[in-house]
């Protein structure tokens, strides 16, 4: 008596549906050869427009894949309607696609450390926003190195279709995290100042442990940045030196208090 849990499909059955699809008699195929009916003539008016863009800078990439695509968008599947026309330039348009997303993605990367930036929410203690700088960071610098160490391939794969692609994005990028640095180190300054003022009034709530480590994590990230960008300016320099002191100073407080 056993058996299976429910009766199976005649194989009949499904193998005129495959027969159906291939045929084009399936509702799906009906609406693809429609579509290449109703939209070839735009199809094909577009196809050599592509072949001949030549842009000159990224911004124009931009603007005609958004055109592209929007024309593109009337089409109940891009990819099965554009597979009847042989002449379709596939890959032209993928590498356009994929520089304007790339160069989208670069500017949302760039804006994602800046404090000035609309996407930036400040916290409400200096050392939340610390460490929101540090995970932020954290985000960023690993997608900036991608981009570093695929540079070279990235520019032989545009170069083919002549494609320009801001490559000097990428030196911004990693210029952009000694701002980043100065945000820090000013914060965790702030910090300290605070911690003076509070000593100079001889109050005892002054949060001495807690600034140590403030400064402590503010050098630490201060540094990672430095390696990251290969350098600092004068004036991250002479924050950095502040930072540094400030930890001194604070560590022999702390160590006087102790004996």
């Known amino acids: 008596e056993g058996g299976g849990g429910g009766e199976t499909g005649d194989p009949k059955d499904a193998q005129k549906g495959v027969m159906d699809e291939l045929e084009g008699r399936s509702s799906y195929m009906k609406q693809v050869n429609a579509d290449r009916a ?4 735009m199809i094909q008016d577009l196809a050599p427009q592509i072949e001949a863009f030549r842009p000159q800078e990224t911004k124009q990439v931009e ?4 055109e592209v695509d929007r024309r593109l968008g009337r089409l109940s599947d891009e990819r099965m ?13 993928e590498m356009l696609r994929e520089v304007a997303a790339r160069t989208a993605e ?9 404090p000035e930036s609309d996407s930036w929410s400040g916290k409400n203690s200096i050392g939340e926003e610390l460490q929101q700088v540090i ?4 985000a960023y610098q690993p997608a900036v190195e991608w981009y570093l160490r695929s540079a070279d391939d990235l520019r032989r794969q545009y170069s083919q279709y002549q494609i ?5 994005l990428l030196k911004d990028l990693t210029v952009a ?3 980043l640095a100065k945000y820090a180190m000013t914060m965790v300054l702030t910090a300290y100042d605070r911690l003076k003022e509070l000593q100079e009034q001889g109050d005892p709530r002054a949060p001495k442990a807690q600034v140590e480590g403030l400064l402590q994590q503010g050098l630490k990230f201060s540094f990672r940045c430095h390696q990251f960008a290969g350098g600092f300016d004068d004036e991250a320099n002479g924050l950095f030196a502040r930072v540094h002191d400030a930890l001194s100073d604070v560590i022999a407080l702390n160590h006087q208090l102790d004996e």
Do not use: M
Not at 38 to 41: A, L, Q, R, V
Not at 164 to 168: C, K, N, T
């Open 106 to 114: 670069l500017h949302k990367l760039r804006a994602s450390i800046d």
């Open 81 to 93: 309607v554009l597979k009847g026309f042989a002449s379709w330039p596939e890959k032209k348009l």
């Open 63 to 66: 603007a005609f894949v958004a």
């Open 38 to 41: 109703t939209f070839g003539p």
């Open 135 to 138: 995970d932020k960071f954290d």
């Open 164 to 168: 320009p692609f801001e490559f000097s």
């Open 177 to 179: 995290s000694v701002a």
